[in-house]
T-cell receptor, first 110, second 112 residues
């Protein structure tokens, strides 16, 4: 069985502070990991995926297979980063359906 | 390109009724997936259609069904509605299975 865990429901940081949103997964094979973001009143959108190894809006995430983690990081948080963040996993065995974590609400305060 | 569209955006139904939700994917996308989002269970995969065939199915009862048309538009149907079916239903399209999924704005279903 595959599972995605985001241990923090809410994360509050000050503007300019580093931020790390945690994501742990359980899956025995080779998963593909994603971070999706939902800003207020907007639709869910892909932020980044581990295979692309890109940095989007200053966010990065490294897949750590040993710790089965895919934490999302940004060195200096901005107020516009306030949003709901979802970690998701997919794999060929499940037909590439996205298996989402429960999400972390990030609040960046001035 | 126009994004994924879903209609209607809001719906109120009574327990026991049935409902049909519609999704129009991004032009050229042939895969359409449906997800249910609730405060308690979060985002859960319902099913995926590709070229009019259901290719993948989540762990939902048979009351939840769907179909896809030759123009890739998709509908999902929920029969004999229960209070617990109240949720935001999201549709996502992608060009290929496993490629990036683009989400629609969702249909908010309330069952009373």
């Amino acid at each position: 069985a595959q599972r995605v865990t985001q241990p923090e429901k809410l994360l509050s940081v000050f503007k300019g502070a580093p931020v790390e949103l945690k994501c742990n997964y359980s899956y025995s094979g080779s998963p593909e990991l994603f971070w999706y973001v939902q800003y207020s009143r907007q639709r869910l959108q892909l932020l980044l995926r581990h295979i692309s190894r890109e940095s989007i809006k200053g966010f990065t995430a490294d897949l750590n297979k040993g710790e089965t983690s895919f934490h999302l990081k940004k060195p200096f948080a901005q107020e516009e980063d306030s949003a709901m963040y979802y970690c998701a996993l997919s794999n060929s065995n499940s037909g590439y359906a996205l298996n989402f974590g429960k999400g972390t609400s990030l609040l960046v305060t001035p | 390109k126009a994004g994924v569209t879903q209609t209607p955006r809001y719906l109120i139904k009574t327990r026991g009724q049935q409902v049909t939700l519609s999704c129009s994917p991004i032009s050229g996308h042939r895969s359409v997936s449906w997800y249910q989002q609730t405060p308690g269970q979060g985002l859960q995969f319902l099913f995926e259609y590709f070229s009019e065939t259901q290719r993948n199915k989540g762990n939902f009862p048979g009351r939840f069904s769907g179909r896809q048309f030759s123009n890739s538009r998709s509908e999902m149907n929920v029969s004999t509605l229960e209070l617990g079916d109240s949720a935001l239903y999201l549709c996502a399209s992608s060009s290929l299975q496993g490629s990036e999924q683009y989400f629609g704005p969702g249909t908010r279903l309330t069952v009373t």
